[in-house]
């Protein structure tokens, strides 16, 4: 199993990223999706996570209402859409998967993590 991150970057305060996930060498629709991200000096923790039909989406309390999480299970990728960016943002982000569960939510269930993507918001 493969999950490739990508779309950091750069961004202003109030700006927006899309990151993208793209797995490989899986059957993408058996596999709950999930973000975390991890702060210089901080715990991993969870930003969103998605159910393997789109069901049902979770997000963490810090990011609800800014960012998105989706998937497609034709292309076997999921997407986080971050709006209005805040410096606190500001961290490593890391796609995951969760094979034959609907827990995105229970980072502790997670398989298989992709390599990290960096998101900087400038203030």
């Known amino acids: 199993v493969q999950l490739q991150a990508s779309g950091g970057g750069l961004v202003q305060s109030g700006g927006s990223l899309r990151l993208s996930c793209a797995a490989s060498?899986?059957?993408?629709?058996?596999?709950?999706m999930g973000w975390f991200r991890q702060a210089p000096g901080k715990e991993r923790e969870f930003v969103a996570g998605i159910t393997r039909s789109s069901t049902i989406r979770y997000y963490a309390d810090s990011v609800k209402g800014r960012f998105t999480i989706s998937r497609d299970n034709a292309k076997d990728t999921a997407s986080l859409q971050m709006n209005s960016l805040k410096p606190e943002d500001t961290a490593i982000y890391f796609c995951?998967?969760?094979?034959?569960?609907?827990?995105?939510?229970?980072?502790?269930?997670?398989?298989?993590w992709g390599q990290g993507t960096q998101v900087t918001v400038s203030s």
């Open positions: 995951a998967a969760q094979e034959d569960s609907d827990s995105p939510h229970r980072g502790q269930e997670y398989n298989y």
């Open positions: 060498g899986v059957t993408f629709s058996r596999y709950a």
